[in-house]
């Protein structure tokens, strides 16, 4: 199977550790999205990538949220001192470009106790 | 604010029959809108799409339509099958994103249950 993938599924984790998702794109697509999705809501945009460059960022992304492409392939989304609000699920998806359908990922579930 | 409203978190359908699922928009600069199907702990998978220069889009047992004027689309599933029982969600594009799908505005999403 070769869509996007993403690790780990599930994280919990205390409120004020740093964690860190990884997700692996389907190998022909140039660029990259990151979106959260809370409970009885829909998934929200964070931020995407065309290759390594980050291109778009959501106000949803605190200082606190970072994320890296670095060689255009896998991305990965850090998400330094935890806070409750945080617990979402974390989606990635790809798409090979412009006007392309997106693909998503199965999500990284996150919990902050 | 809302600017992608899914109005009803739930649908119940008999197989064999049309689902209906409705979703209402705000925002005039939207130029495609997107309908996605969600299955428990799976990502979102592509369903159908229109743009905002059409009125109907059909794939099979999906057609999409949109009324600008009522800022209103829906899609229709015909027939409805149990294998069909997921959350939809509805999503729009502004204009001028450089041609990106990526930053989509998602709804909240209807739950759709076609009972056998």
């Known amino acids: 199977d070769t869509g996007v993938s993403q690790d780990p599924r599930h994280k919990i984790t205390k409120r004020g550790q740093n964690v860190t998702f990884r997700c692996d794109p389907i190998?022909?697509?140039?660029?990259l999205y990151w979106y959260r999705q809370t409970l009885g809501q829909g998934p929200e945009f964070l931020t995407y990538f065309q290759n390594e460059a980050q291109l778009e960022k959501s106000r949803l992304l605190s200082d606190r949220f970072s994320a890296e492409r670095p060689k255009g392939s896998f991305s990965t989304l850090e998400i330094q001192r935890t806070e409750q609000g945080d617990s979402a699920m974390y989606l990635c998806?790809?798409?090979?470009?412009?006007?392309?359908?997106?693909?998503f990922g199965s999500g990284t579930q996150l919990s902050v106790l | 604010d809302q600017q992608v409203k899914q109005n009803s978190p739930s649908l119940s359908v008999q197989e064999g029959r049309i689902s209906i699922l409705n979703c209402d928009y705000t925002?005039?600069?939207?130029?495609?809108f997107l309908w996605y199907k969600k299955y428990p702990a799976e990502g979102p998978t592509f369903l159908i799409s229109i743009s905002s220069i059409k009125d109907k889009n059909e794939d099979g047992r999906f057609t999409v339509f949109l009324n600008k004027s009522a800022k209103h689309l829906s899609l229709h599933i015909v027939p409805s099958q149990p294998g069909d029982s997921a959350v939809y969600f509805c999503?729009?594009?502004?204009?001028?994103?450089?041609?990106?799908?990526?930053?989509?505005?998602f709804g909240k999403g209807t739950k759709l249950s076609v009972k056998p």
């Open positions: 925002n005039s600069m939207f130029d495609y």
């Open positions: 999503a729009a594009r502004v204009s001028g994103y450089g041609g990106s799908q990526g930053n989509l505005i």
């Open positions: 190998s022909e697509h140039n660029r």
């Open positions: 998806a790809s798409n090979p470009g412009p006007n392309e359908k997106l693909f």
